[in-house]
């Protein structure tokens, strides 16, 4: 049996510092939670980003959805029939264009998802309490950091969304 191969850092003669380990584990895990999330709601990646669109920033017109996802209007159309069938969603109309429609999540779906979310986002804010507020503003001046050293690196949301 081979030796394992040392991680890629050590190859290169650097090796993450554990924060830096701990970054990218925490990444992993939020896409792990993510994908459970999905399940949970029995949408696939790209209905749960629709979701949770329409749970941030309310009802939504199809064609923004798309521009939002990076998806064509024709495969946004198919996720809302998709997410309409399970109950997600319902199409109303627009309240000052008639000839449009809005999506607009259910309350049943919204009260479930947020049933998954929150605990999840309260666990996380109640870590907060173990710090003081000079130890709080550090950890939001690091985060705050690694964002934007994470953003330099990323390409336009509208030409690298990742359709899923």
Same mark, same amino acid.
Do not use: C, W
């Given at each position: 049996?081979?030796?394992?191969?040392?991680?890629?850092?050590?190859?290169?003669?650097?090796?993450?510092?554990?924060?830096?380990?701990?970054?990218?584990?925490?990444?992993?895990?939020?896409?792990?939670?993510?994908?459970?999330?999905?399940?949970?709601?029995?949408?696939?990646?790209?209905? &749960?980003?629709?979701?949770? %669109?329409?749970?941030? /920033?309310?009802?939504?017109?199809?064609? /923004?959805?798309?521009?939002?996802?990076?998806?064509?209007?024709?495969?946004?159309?198919?996720?809302?029939?998709?997410?309409?069938? &399970?109950?997600?969603?319902?199409? /109303?109309?627009?309240?000052?264009?008639?000839?449009?429609?809005?999506?607009?999540?259910?309350?049943?779906?919204?009260?479930?998802?947020?049933?998954?979310?929150?605990?999840?986002?309260?666990?996380?804010?109640?870590?907060?309490? %173990?710090?003081?507020?000079? /130890?709080?503003?550090?950890?939001?001046?690091?985060?705050?950091?690694?964002?934007?050293?994470?953003?330099?690196?990323?390409?336009?949301?509208?030409?690298?969304?990742?359709?899923?």
């Amino acid at each position: 049996m081979d030796a394992p191969l040392p991680p890629a850092g050590a190859a290169a003669g650097m090796m993450p510092r554990r924060p830096t380990i701990l970054l990218r584990e925490l990444i992993q895990t939020s896409a792990d939670f993510e994908a459970a999330f999905g399940e949970a709601l029995s949408v696939n990646a790209t209905d &749960l980003d629709a979701m949770e %669109h329409l749970l941030q /920033e309310g009802p939504l017109g199809p064609s /923004e959805l798309a521009r939002r996802l990076g998806i064509t209007t024709a495969a946004m159309t198919t996720a809302v029939d998709r997410l309409v069938d &399970l109950g997600h969603v319902t199409r /109303e109309p627009h309240p000052s264009d008639r000839r449009a429609v809005r999506v607009v999540p259910t309350d049943s779906s919204r009260a479930k998802a947020m049933s998954i979310l929150m605990p999840m986002v309260r666990g996380l804010d109640a870590e907060l309490d %173990h710090f003081d507020e000079d /130890e709080q503003r550090i950890i939001t001046e690091y985060l705050e950091r690694i964002l934007t050293a994470y953003r330099a690196h990323t390409p336009e949301p509208s030409r690298a969304r990742r359709v899923r």
